[in-house]
């Protein structure tokens, strides 16, 4: 069976924990297309007085050959089956409950299952190598991702977790455009994050080669619940993108300033942590870190297909505006002899580069240049998407196999820019709609760069 179809209509079924028929049947009935299919139930229960061994012995012998596993957040071992889930490739449904939920466990059937279908408590299905989450609750499920299950899992490149955020539709939004680079979507929801459920997950997208970064989403609410960065760091060396939820903080006079500075320091992320500052950086941030090499300084080279962008583009990294400050600084006289030869004088001059009608279709050629200049440390590319032509330049000649040094692309104004956006994240180029988002997640690959020691002194001349 295809992923989607384990997802929506799976007819193996294990359930692990505490978990009765009439519970699989709301969730059968609420989230899975057909409840008319017999299915095959295979139960997976640790007794609570069982020795350590015996729950390991357990979690290793959970039947990987089903189409999909339902596991009981009160579970003692949820976040060992979660990994074992995980690490097989079976999508999973995790109950979720809160305190609340477990008391009312005790009660009647019917109370319970109205708990169960209430706004407290919400079922998941999510799987390991999916590209989106199904929830019947917020209306957003793989075929709103239009997910593809030919699509090879080993070409994803960031996943995403999130903590009570089913209200953020721009994200969902965001994501489904870049589909293709998602590996790993899910949402705890209200449970706020197990913590032994966070680092397993951590350690297992830590051993994933095809995930480069994490986003992570936190709610207002699982900000003061959750301490989801620091456990996912405890076990993943990758990059991190964070985006926290705030209250908007009212002034309050009687409070002294060095208490207000206290409270602020409260929020700060751990050091290795990118901070989001919008949901947009959420997406923007974790495809420029995924899809690049770190930065090895702080110069960046400009090359555009239509004058007066690239000003705006320079002043943009030159200022402290959206992050970081970045230099433009002249091209060395062997990277000017090499342009000369591509592009012919009147284009060579100078960095930034901006390329007349007819140079255009040398664009691919002009990027290799830049690539192998010793004073450029990322490329920004600045394309007005006019013709199909110039499209097929970008994708013939640049891609992931041919980056030495990041590259990051900025969409300026076309009828062609939502094709060019599909193919341009198809070939693992980081891609961005506008100027300042593609200089903003430029400046965030900078700053990670540099707190991971990844900046080493460039020459000055070439």
């Known amino acids: 069976m295809s992923l989607v179809e384990r997802l929506t209509n799976p007819k193996r079924i294990a359930l692990v924990g505490n978990i009765n028929d009439q519970d699989i049947g709301t969730i059968v009935s609420r989230n899975i297309r057909s409840s008319s299919v017999k299915r095959s139930i295979f139960r997976v229960m640790i007794p609570d007085t069982a020795s350590k061994e015996s ?17 009981s957040s009160q579970d003692p071992n949820a976040g060992k089956y979660v990994g074992t889930c995980s690490m097989n490739g079976v999508p999973f449904i995790f109950l979720l409950a809160s305190a609340s939920e477990k008391s009312a466990a005790s009660n009647s059937a019917e109370d319970y299952m109205k708990h169960l279908t209430g706004s407290t408590c919400s079922c998941k299905i999510f799987g390991p190598d999916s590209a989106g989450i199904y929830d019947s609750n917020t209306g957003l499920n793989l075929s709103t991702f239009e997910y593809n299950s030919s699509e090879d899992a080993r070409d994803k490149t960031f996943a995403l977790l999130a903590v009570d955020c089913n209200r953020y539709p721009l994200v969902s939004e965001e994501f489904r455009k870049f589909r293709s680079d998602m590996g790993f979507f899910l949402d705890f929801g209200r449970s706020h ?30 900000c003061a619940r959750t301490n989801a960065p620091a456990l996912l760091r405890s076990d993943l060396k990758k990059p991190v993108i964070v985006y926290r ?14 208490k207000k500075k206290g409270r602020a320091r409260k929020n700060i992320l751990t050091e290795d ?6 949901l947009y950086d959420v997406s923007d941030f974790a495809r420029a870190v995924a899809l690049n090499p770190p930065m090895r300084g702080v110069n960046v080279s400009i090359i555009s297909t239509k004058g007066g962008t690239e000003s705006v583009a320079q002043d943009y990294l030159k200022s402290g505006a959206f992050g970081m400050q970045l230099q433009v600084p002249p091209f060395g006289m062997s990277t000017r002899a090499k342009l000369t030869s591509v592009l012919g004088t009147e284009y060579a001059s100078h960095n930034p ?8 279709e040398k664009i691919g050629h002009a990027i290799e240049t830049l690539m192998g200049d ?20 970008f994708v013939n000649k640049i891609g992931p196999e041919k980056m030495k040094k990041p590259i990051v692309v900025a969409l ?31 400046k965030a690959l900078a700053a990670y760069s540099l707190k991971s020691q990844s900046f ?3 020459s000055q001349q070439v």
Do not use: M, W
Request: aromatic share 4%; hydrophobic share 40%; net charge negative.
């Open 193 to 222: 994050g197990d913590s032994e459920i966070f680092t397993e997950i951590g350690a297992y997208l830590d051993n994933r080669d095809d995930i480069s970064a994490l986003a992570l989403l936190i709610s207002q609410e699982g």
């Open 456 to 458: 080493v002194k460039t």
């Open 245 to 258: 939820e705030r209250k908007e903080l009212k002034k309050d006079n009687s409070v002294p300033k060095n």
């Open 353 to 360: 580069v901006t390329l007349g009608p007819k140079e255009r």
């Open 374 to 393: 010793r004073n450029t440390d990322a490329v920004l590319t600045l394309v007005s998407p006019d013709s199909y032509d110039l499209i097929n330049y």
């Open 273 to 278: 942590c990118i901070e989001a500052k919008d």
């Open 55 to 71: 729950a390991d012995a357990s979690v290793t012998n959970f039947p990987v050959s089903v189409d999909i596993a339902v596991i």
């Open 412 to 442: 300026i104004g076309s009828s062609l820019d939502d094709l060019a956006l599909r193919e341009l994240s198809g070939r693992k180029i980081a891609v961005y709609p506008s100027i300042r988002r593609a200089i903003t997640a430029l």
